[in-house]
């Protein structure tokens, strides 16, 4: 276990659709990282939050945005969901803000299912 | 972009056998990762280094800077190392973002 947590663990939903996951981070990790796995594209980063403020980008899509609260907790919101948006997403955290110079804890992802 | 390529892409051998795997990246970087992914989805971080080699249990990961290039071994293998192994470093060097090979498919046979 590594002590992040996501919700929710399976997501079915249709197209054109708005979804939120949910992030808690490990106590006393101040960074959340957001990644998205899909068959074809493999693990590709999204979005880095630091204590509430965004860090870094990836290739993350207009339709997503994300936020990190004053809790540490965070959030990537889809919308206009699109079949090719079906994939696991990862949560992952770190103590600091040093992204790929730290270790990263991940959480155990949401299957998101768009039909 | 640090370009990734992991070899090989599926890996099977029988229990006890050594395992190597390896990754190679095209730009400078400060760090390297090995992740390893387990059937049901999770994701568990092995390893991150900077230079020269870490150990933990049968797994050893070692980083050669110079050559851009690094190895998973796994000694005695075994069927719950059964797993995707996924190296990941920075985009390039600086960046803080992680890009990910496409991982090695291990399946340990009884």
């Given at each position: 276990d590594s002590g992040v947590t996501q919700t929710p663990k399976h997501l079915i939903t249709a197209?054109?659709?708005?979804?939120?996951?949910r992030c808690s981070p490990r106590s006393g990790d101040l960074s959340v990282y957001w990644y998205q796995q899909s068959l074809d594209q493999g693990l590709q980063f999204l979005i880095q939050y630091y204590?509430?403020?965004?860090?870094?980008?990836?290739?993350i899509l207009e339709r997503f945005s994300a936020q990190q609260f004053p809790?540490?907790?965070?959030?990537?919101?889809?919308?206009?969901?699109?079949?090719?948006?079906?994939a696991l997403y990862f949560c992952a955290s770190s103590t600091a803000s040093g992204g790929a110079s730290e270790t990263q804890y991940f959480g155990p992802g949401t299957r998101l299912l768009v039909l | 972009k640090n370009e990734v390529e992991q070899s090989p892409q599926n890996l099977t051998a029988q229990e006890g056998e050594f395992i190597t795997i390896n990754c190679s990246y095209s730009v400078g970087i400060s760090a390297l990762h090995w992740l390893q992914?387990?059937?049901?989805?999770?994701i568990v971080s092995l390893f991150m280094l900077s230079s020269g080699k870490k150990k933990h249990g049968r797994l050893i990961a070692t980083i050669n800077i110079q050559e851009k290039h690094s190895s998973l071994h796994i000694t005695?293998?075994?069927?719950?190392?059964?797993?995707?192994?996924?190296?990941?470093?920075?985009?390039?060097?600086?960046?803080?973002?992680?890009?990910?090979?496409?991982g090695t498919r291990l399946t340990i046979i009884p």
């Open positions: 197209t054109g659709q708005r979804v939120t996951l204590n509430g403020e965004e860090r870094a980008k990836g290739n809790d540490l907790h965070s959030e990537l919101n889809l919308s206009s969901l699109e079949l090719g948006d079906s | 992914q387990h059937p049901g989805g999770g005695a293998s075994h069927p719950r190392d059964s797993a995707v192994y996924i190296c990941a470093v920075p985009y390039n060097f600086g960046n803080e973002k992680l890009t990910f090979g496409t």
